[in-house]
């Protein structure tokens, strides 16, 4: 492939408007932080140490994305098909409860973590199936559905976790995981998942899907224009399908990547703390990646490399980690203006 | 307890439990009937009732705080709006970010300020009616009052006839010369205040404390009442009613031993009906009411 091919002035723009909204997450984050009486620089410093400075450090980061990407799929493929569909979040507690519930079978390695992220996916695909079903028999706003499953899957997740799931020697958390069921370690030894190829197989499975099979076309055509598709005899409602149901199968294992592709505690916590906000930093990996299934993969690494300095900066700068997320929803909102910039281009002139 | 008497308490919690869906969607309503969407209401709410509490503690006075909810909204508003209005940027992404900012600033700053992790109680709350059946808000005629208003001003006002132009049709409401994007920076900002004073009402009223999980989806709930009454004020107020009796109807079945001894950890289960209220209430009135026409495009003058 010609780089010229690549380097595409469009690409080239997307890429400008991402790192400028990288950039005002960390100015503005910055500035939140200076208010609040820390200091910005240091806070930087250990942010970068934490997600880079060391290769277990760096496995930390890429652990971090392998379910970041996945839930950037899941938001990525509906608004490839004209959904807003913010439903990862429900999908992956879903998903990371029927990985849990497949641990309680003895399986043959392989064979054990293969089922279970399958049994997952279908978890999350279902967990989609209401959105779905709504929208298309009721018009129901996906953005409205999709939230009240969220909230439903926190709540029957909670009961099953507590009610059915629970290790009996410790309450604070589900049954682990067995070693059958685990993702391996990639070779190399810095503790580096596997689940972390196995996502970025996956986003690379999406984009063939969008981009070389016909479904995956009908998709994208419905997307762009669902009246134009209809008329060129596409179905929107089967490409909403797909698009639901293709996303809850994404989501779904991020949540079993949550359980099995990295310890501990190789299972969920009943507060479900370690399967929250995935869903939820998915929409904003998708963004950042011009919901592009291989730009995804490096904006979820950026995530991810946010959230493993996060721990650092706590324990040595003593800034609560939840500032990544408050960086996070800044560039976000960052994203949703790429005008700021033909503006500070402006006052230049 | 009598009968009565117990419709009397489930009718007050129920009623408390309106609140903040309700003033949420009628701020909503009306920046959409301006034709600016905002998603982010949710984290508006959540910001507001970290701000509410913030300023009770700095202050010790409850009214303070609440207030404060309501300008920290605006805040957010103008932020929002800006990017919305003058900036053309794309509503539905600036709000999200909005949620995802508040996900991380609330949990953030508790710790930030109070030193504690995940929660943090009010010094003093905001004073209550006394009834025989139990303590109603002060903010239950509030919110009925501000709904009313707010239906005659978009009705029977000047202003309100200006606001639906520019949602309807904001090239002829420019033609006769309303500033259109003055006008819907305004009811941006109106609108995102009323959210933030819903989250303050939750932290420095309802609740007397805040943690990180507090408004646990009201945002997306007033959204979804937004739509289903049809942006009416007065269908709004009925519709928040739906979600508050939802409510207090399980906090009320979860106060019944029978049932506790039933189902062990029912109180996950019974938080899952408001949900699923708001599901059914949605599916059952469809997509029939009529959007306004330019809510979420930006106007770009010709």
Request: charged share 10%; aromatic share 12%; with cysteine.
């Amino acid at each position: 492939m010609r780089l010229s091919r690549v380097f595409t002035p469009a690409f080239l723009s997307s890429l400008t408007e991402s790192v400028f909204a990288g950039a005002v997450g960390f100015v503005v984050g910055g500035l939140v932080l200076w208010v609040l009486g820390y200091n910005p620089l240091s806070t930087f410093y250990y942010l970068l140490q934490g997600s880079v400075g060391s290769p277990t450090n760096f496995s930390v980061t890429l652990n971090n994305a392998a379910p970041l990407i996945l839930t950037a799929i899941c938001f990525a493929i509906g608004l490839r098909a004209g959904l807003f569909n913010i439903g990862a979040e429900g999908q992956v507690y879903v998903g990371a409860a029927a990985a849990v519930a497949v641990a309680f079978f003895s399986l043959p390695v392989g064979l054990h973590l293969a089922l279970s992220i399958i049994v997952a996916g279908a978890a999350g695909a279902l967990w989609s199936l209401p959105a779905f079903l709504l929208k298309a028999s009721r018009g129901v706003n996906e953005v409205i559905s999709t939230i009240m499953l969220n909230w439903l899957g926190f709540y029957s997740i909670l009961w099953v976790s507590l009610n059915w799931l629970v290790d009996p020697n410790r309450s604070e958390k589900t049954i682990s995981v067995p070693a059958t069921m685990r993702f391996p370690d990639l070779l190399g030894g810095a503790g580096i998942s596997s689940a972390i190829l196995f996502s970025v197989l996956i986003a690379f499975g999406y984009y063939g899907y969008l981009w070389l099979t016909p479904s995956g076309y009908e998709l994208r055509a419905v997307g762009l224009n669902p009246d134009a598709a209809r008329f060129g005899g596409i179905a929107p409602k089967k490409a909403l399908l797909s698009a639901f149901a293709l996303g809850g199968f994404a989501s779904g294992i991020a949540g079993a990547i949550q359980v099995a592709g990295r310890g501990p505690p190789y299972a969920i916590y009943t507060t479900l703390g370690n399967v929250q906000n995935f869903g939820f930093n998915g929409i904003g990996v998708s963004l950042i990646g011009k919901n592009h299934p291989v730009a995804i993969i490096l904006a979820g690494i950026f995530f991810g490399a946010l959230q493993a300095g996060a721990t650092n900066v706590q324990l040595y700068a003593r800034v609560p980690y939840e500032i990544v997320q408050v960086i996070e929803g800044i560039i976000v909102v960052a994203i949703a203006a790429p005008d700021i910039l033909k503006k500070i281009r402006g006052l230049g002139k | 307890m009598s009968d009565l008497s117990q419709i009397g308490f489930l009718s007050i919690i129920s009623l408390n439990a309106m609140v903040p869906v309700a003033l949420a969607a009628l701020g909503e309503i009306f920046a959409e009937k301006a034709g600016v969407v905002n998603i982010g209401l949710e984290g508006v709410m959540l910001v507001g009732a970290w701000f509410g509490i913030y300023a009770t503690w700095l202050t010790f006075n409850p009214f303070v705080g609440i207030g404060m909810g309501f300008v920290l909204g605006a805040f957010f508003g103008l932020i929002h709006g800006y990017i919305s209005v003058y900036l053309k940027g794309d509503q539905i992404i600036s709000g999200v970010g909005i949620n995802l900012f508040a996900l991380g600033f609330v949990p953030f700053s508790i710790v930030a300020v109070w030193g504690v992790a995940g929660a943090f109680s009010s010094p003093v709350t905001f004073p209550l009616i006394l009834t025989p059946w139990g303590q109603l808000s002060y903010w239950v005629p509030i919110t009925f009052v501000v709904g009313v208003v707010l239906w005659y001003v978009l009705q029977k006002t000047r202003l309100g006839l200006n606001v639906r132009a520019t949602g309807e049709n904001p090239e002829a409401a420019d033609a006769v010369g309303i500033n259109v994007e003055r006008l819907r920076l305004f009811a941006t900002v109106f609108g995102s205040a009323l959210a933030g004073l819903a989250g303050s009402y939750m932290s420095v009223d309802l609740n007397g404390a805040i943690t990180k999980e507090i408004v646990a989806g009201r945002g997306f709930i007033a959204l979804a009442t937004v739509v289903f009454s049809g942006w009416n004020p007065l269908l709004g107020i009925v519709g928040a009613l739906v979600f508050g009796f939802a409510q207090g109807g399980s906090i009320w079945i979860s106060f019944n031993p029978a049932i506790r001894s039933a189902i062990p950890n029912v109180d996950f289960v019974l938080s899952m009906v408001p949900y699923i209220a708001t599901l059914v209430v949605v599916t059952a009135l469809g997509a029939r009411s009529r959007v306004p026409k330019y809510v979420g495009i930006p106007y770009k003058r010709e």
